[in-house]
């Protein structure tokens, strides 16, 4: 297996680990707003976070910037409660407007961020001392960015069956998933160590 292979593979169970769940409840907190045939919307919010988590991953990894981890451990649950409480307020159908700018896309990116240093410790403790990253960096975000699609589209299809098929009203969707996601999240903000 090449090493671009093998990060790309870490990369992609690192975010389709269970014991990972505050990453995959950032990325349910982007897509419950959404609707199958939005898929393209939702690729650009999951494309905007890699983009995020990617930026502050390289810079932590590369030892640009020093994070705390129990700050940022504190700092996670915060932007997907943030994230999960917003959708609440939004109306039906104003996520889908023809503004070019959502306050979604906003949260998929700084948020991206905060969540980028999360992950900078374990793609640390993977690389060692080894000099040229790079190539490594570059496939585990790929690899994050393959396992989130995964999971948009794992959750996409969900709400589909059930607002489509089953008959599910769709805010009541939104704001059963949003509150869940909210409540899990305010229980990780309490546990948090910081």
């Known amino acids: 297996m090449s090493e671009f292979s093998l990060y790309y593979q870490l990369g992609m169970e690192h975010i389709l680990d269970i ?11 982007l897509s419950v707003l959404y609707q199958l ?32 981890v129990d ?3 504190l700092l996670i649950p915060v932007t997907i409660v943030v994230t999960a409480l917003s959708n609440l307020f ?8 023809a503004r070019k700018f959502s306050i979604n ?7 991206g961020l905060i969540h980028g240093m999360g992950f900078s410790n374990y793609l640390k403790s993977l690389l060692g001392r080894d000099q040229s990253i790079l190539t490594q ?16 589209g794992l959750f996409l299809l969900v ?6 098929i089953l008959g599910v009203v769709r805010r009541d969707w939104k704001m ?3 509150s869940a996601v909210a409540g899990i999240a305010l229980m990780m903000l309490l546990e948090a160590a910081y």
Do not use: C, M, P
């Not at 650009?44 to 932590?60: D, E, K, N, R």
């Not at 939004?90 to 407007?97: A, C, L, M, R």
């Not at 896309?105 to 948020?111: E, K, R, T, V």
């Not at 709400?159 to 489509?164: L, N, Q, T, Y």
């Open 176 to 178: 059963i998933i949003s």
């Open 137 to 152: 960096l570059f496939a585990f975000n790929i690899g994050l960015e393959v396992g989130q699609i995964i999971i948009v």
């Open 159 to 164: 709400s589909f069956i059930f607002v489509s």
């Open 71 to 73: 700050l940022i451990e």
């Open 90 to 97: 939004v109306k039906e159908g104003n996520h889908q407007t």
């Open 37 to 68: 045939s939005d898929w393209k919307k939702v690729l650009v919010l999951v494309t905007a976070f890699t983009v995020g988590h990617s930026i502050t991953l390289a810079l932590a990894t590369l030892s640009l910037i020093r994070v705390n």
């Open 105 to 111: 896309y906003l949260f998929a990116g700084f948020f």
């Open 19 to 29: 014991r990972g769940y505050d990453h995959l409840l950032f990325v349910v907190a």
